[in-house]
C-alpha cells in the first residue's frame, strides 16, 4: 500500500511539472513568482483529471523552486537582443523544390553565378525538400534551373526581417524560442525561420510586415532598457 501511494505522488509531480511546461505563459510566471498556486492547481486538476488539489499545489511550488534558480536566462537573451539590430529586405520569394541530388547539382553554377552578382540566397535541406529563399528576381531563374518538374510550391510577396545579434548568441540558448513566441502572440504567421551564426532571419508576408517589424522593435527596445549593465 505504502510503494503505491508513492508511486502516485511521484506520477502526479510529473504530471503537474509536463502541464507546466506545455504552457510557457504559465512556466514563466511560475518561475517568476507571479502565479497564484491555488488557482493553477485548479487548472491542472481540470484539465488532467486530477482530484488532490493539496498534492497538486505542493507539486507546482516545488517545481517553481527549480524553475527559481534558472530565472536569471531571460535576463541573458535580453542582453543579446539589446545589442542586436533589425534590417529588413522586400519582395521575397520561397521557391520549395524535391529533395534530389539532381536538384543540388543544378544548384551548384547558380550559387557561384549569384556570388559574383553580389546576390543573396538561403537554401535549407531536409529530408524532404530543398527551401530557397531568394529575391523575386530570382524567381524564374531559380525554377528554370532547378527544373520546373522538380517544383513542389512556390510563395511570393514576402519579407525578410533579420535580427543581427552579437557574437554571444551562438551561446546562448531560447533567443530564437524568445522572439518567435512574441511573434506568435501578435497572430503573426512565420512562413520561414532561417539561422546563421548570429543571423536570425524570420520571412513573413508583405500584410505582416509592419506589425513583425514593429514586434522585434519592440523586443529590442524592451531588451535595451531591461538588460541594462
Excluded at 75 to 81: D, G, K, M, T, V
Excluded at 82 to 105: F, G
Excluded at 122 to 137: G, H, L, N, P, Y
Excluded at 184 to 213: K, L, P, Q, R, W
Aim: proline share 1%; hydrophobic share 40%.
Amino acid at each position: 500500500m505504502f510503494m503505491s501511494k508513492t508511486v502516485s505522488k511521484e506520477s502526479l509531480a510529473e504530471k503537474t511539472r509536463i502541464y507546466i511546461d506545455a504552457h510557457p505563459s504559465i512556466k514563466d510566471c511560475v518561475a517568476k513568482g507571479l502565479i497564484n498556486y491555488s488557482s493553477l492547481a485548479r487548472m491542472i486538476m481540470k484539465d488532467l483529471g486530477l482530484d488532490n488539489e493539496e498534492a497538486v499545489m505542493i507539486a507546482c511550488r516545488r517545481y517553481a523552486g527549480k524553475l527559481n534558480v534558472t530565472t536569471d536566462h531571460e535576463l541573458s537573451i535580453l542582453r543579446i537582443l539589446k545589442d542586436s539590430r533589425l534590417e529588413m529586405r522586400t519582395k521575397t520569394c520561397i521557391v520549395t523544390a524535391k529533395n534530389d541530388w539532381t536538384v543540388l547539382h543544378k544548384m551548384d553554377n547558380l550559387f557561384k553565378d549569384l556570388w559574383n552578382e553580389n546576390s543573396i540566397m538561403q537554401v535549407v535541406q531536409s529530408a524532404s525538400a530543398v527551401t530557397i529563399i531568394a529575391d523575386r528576381m530570382l524567381k524564374d531563374r531559380i525554377m528554370d534551373t532547378v527544373g520546373r518538374f522538380n517544383i513542389i510550391k512556390v510563395r511570393e510577396n514576402l519579407v525578410e526581417i533579420a535580427v543581427k545579434s552579437p557574437e554571444k548568441i551562438v551561446d546562448t540558448s531560447g533567443v530564437i524560442a524568445y522572439l518567435i513566441t512574441n511573434l506568435s502572440d501578435a497572430g503573426i504567421n512565420i512562413e520561414e525561420t532561417v539561422s546563421c551564426h548570429t543571423d536570425t532571419i524570420f520571412i513573413v508576408g508583405e500584410d505582416d510586415m509592419i506589425d513583425a517589424y514593429s514586434v522585434l522593435t519592440k523586443c529590442i527596445q524592451s531588451a535595451e532598457i531591461t538588460a541594462k549593465e
